[in-house]
């Protein structure tokens, strides 16, 4: 018999996701997996694969796979999914949860239907921290000139347990984020890559984001960018502590009330289908 792995698929503003549930079955290892599953022609299709699993410090463990094979810290449009699965699929009928990953204990609070808001913690400023070169000391990293592709861009960064670099453009939608977004996920300035943010300040609580992420490419929305990006734009003073960030895949709510406090990302999640994987299958 053809060995088969049990999925759901789901997204977050269009960031989407193969879920497998590490607590109730054996998983296989996932490493030499994750490419074939998020496969867009001959797998699922996804940006990412996200793992429920036993945790031994807090209620569940999530973990993140990048489409390339590599493993996330924290993904928080995946966070958001995570909760209402574990609701869904008769995991938890909580309202909140600790979930344990690589960047931290995350809780994630049910927000109204298909909504998750998600205490982010504080943003990492300190270069040495987020980690990259192009500062020192306690940070921020703020408009920090970078030459690529023979342009010097101006960069802001910032981790939310991840690491960000946030650009500032006339128009993302015009802006050669596919040129420059490998470029700037591998420079040297980021040694462990970086995602990378393009912005633009529309109004005082209104910002719109493309996003390239770390080991994924293009999505279409990146919580955690969002957050990052929230942050860079208030300490720059350009927005207020409550803005709305528009990503090519929906909308999330970012609130920061001052330096001191925790990052709160509100959005959508949602359950698109479930299936089973041949795992026998060759490609």
Same mark, same amino acid.
């Given at each position: 018999?053809?060995?088969?792995?049990?999925?759901?698929?789901?997204?977050?503003?269009?960031?989407?996701?193969?879920?497998?549930?590490?607590?109730?079955?054996?998983?296989?290892?996932?490493? +030499?997996?994750?490419?074939?599953?998020?496969?867009?022609?001959?797998?699922?299709?996804?940006?990412?694969?996200?793992?429920?699993? +036993?945790?031994?410090?807090?209620?569940?463990?999530?973990?993140?796979?990048?489409?390339?094979?590599?493993?996330?810290?924290?993904?928080?449009?995946?966070?958001?999914?995570?909760?209402?699965?574990?609701?869904?699929?008769?995991?938890?009928?909580?309202?909140?949860?600790?979930?344990?990953?690589?960047?931290?204990?995350?809780?994630?609070?049910?927000?109204?239907?298909?909504?998750?808001?998600?205490?982010?913690?504080?943003?990492?400023?300190?270069?040495?921290?987020?980690?990259?070169?192009?500062?020192?000391?306690?940070?921020?990293?703020?408009?920090?000139?970078?030459?690529?592709?023979?342009?010097?861009?101006?960069?802001?960064?910032?981790?939310?347990?991840?690491?960000?670099?946030?650009?500032?453009?006339?128009?993302?939608?015009?802006?050669?984020?596919?040129?420059?977004? +490998?470029?700037?996920?591998?420079?040297?300035?980021?040694?462990?890559?970086?995602?990378?943010?393009?912005?633009?300040?529309?109004?005082?609580?209104?910002?719109?984001?493309?996003?390239?992420?770390?080991?994924?490419?293009?999505?279409?929305?990146?919580?955690?960018?969002?957050?990052?990006?929230?942050?860079?734009?208030?300490?720059?003073?350009?927005?207020?502590?409550?803005?709305?960030?528009?990503?090519?895949?929906?909308?999330?709510?970012?609130?920061?009330?001052?330096?001191?406090?925790?990052?709160?990302?509100?959005? +959508?999640?949602?359950?698109?289908?479930?299936?089973?994987?041949?795992?026998?299958?060759?490609?």
């Amino acid at each position: 018999m053809a060995r088969e792995l049990a999925f759901t698929k789901m997204h977050g503003a269009g960031n989407d996701f193969v879920v497998l549930d590490g607590v109730r079955e054996t998983l296989p290892p996932l490493e +030499p997996l994750v490419a074939r599953l998020c496969d867009r022609h001959f797998g699922i299709g996804a940006d990412t694969v996200l793992v429920v699993r +036993p945790s031994q410090s807090a209620d569940f463990r999530a973990e993140f796979w990048n489409a390339d094979g590599s493993e996330a810290e924290m993904c928080a449009n995946a966070i958001r999914c995570f909760l209402k699965y574990l609701r869904d699929h008769g995991h938890t009928a909580a309202d909140e949860v600790a979930v344990e990953t690589l960047a931290g204990v995350v809780r994630p609070r049910w927000a109204g239907p298909d909504r998750v808001a998600v205490e982010m913690g504080r943003p990492v400023l300190a270069p040495a921290k987020i980690p990259t070169a192009l500062g020192e000391g306690d940070g921020p990293v703020l408009d920090v000139p970078l030459e690529i592709d023979g342009v010097t861009l101006s960069v802001s960064s910032v981790s939310m347990g991840n690491p960000h670099a946030v650009v500032y453009v006339e128009d993302p939608e015009t802006a050669p984020v596919e040129r420059w977004g +490998p470029l700037l996920e591998h420079h040297p300035a980021f040694p462990n890559r970086v995602n990378a943010e393009f912005v633009a300040v529309r109004a005082r609580d209104h910002i719109e984001q493309r996003t390239w992420e770390r080991g994924v490419g293009e999505t279409l929305a990146c919580g955690s960018g969002a957050c990052a990006v929230a942050v860079a734009s208030m300490l720059r003073g350009v927005v207020d502590r409550a803005v709305r960030v528009e990503l090519r895949g929906g909308s999330l709510e970012i609130a920061w009330p001052d330096e001191g406090a925790p990052v709160e990302m509100t959005g +959508p999640a949602a359950e698109v289908y479930g299936g089973h994987f041949p795992l026998d299958a060759g490609h």
